[in-house]
């Protein structure tokens, strides 16, 4: 079995900052990719950060000089940190992972979300 799971949101102050953690477990092998989405009820889904297992990372424009995503394969964990936040990066955070099962097996899962609602 594999499993994905975030934590990290809640309030915080605009122009503050909040780190994001994403974590599988189970039999892994390894992960592949993990991204994260947002989305704040009434608008859709939006890809915010992407990060492959060498390195490299793409950001939403929105996210571009602000986020920075990361991953620890040894770990099976990832992050993202989240800084000078705005208002309008409330949402629900959702983390999405592309692993390798321990028989190599493919697994593209989700997480259950959390919230960041950034307010003064």
């Known amino acids: 079995q594999v499993q994905l799971g975030e934590a990290g949101g809640g309030l915080v102050q605009p122009g503050g900052s909040l780190t994001l953690s994403c974590a599988a477990a189970?039999?892994?092998?390894?992960?592949?990719?993990m991204a994260w989405y947002r989305q704040d009820p009434g608008k859709q889904r939006e890809l915010v950060a992407t990060?492959?297992?060498?390195?490299?990372?793409e950001y939403a424009d929105s996210a571009k000089g602000r986020f920075t995503i990361s991953l620890n394969n040894a770990a099976n964990t990832g992050n993202l940190l989240m800084t000078s936040l705005k208002p309008e990066d409330t949402a629900v955070y959702y983390c999405n992972g592309k692993i390798y099962g321990s028989q190599l097996e493919w697994h593209d899962l989700w997480g259950q979300g959390t919230q960041v609602t950034v307010s003064s």
């Open positions: 990060i492959n297992m060498s390195g490299g990372t």
């Open positions: 189970g039999s892994i092998t390894a992960v592949a990719a």
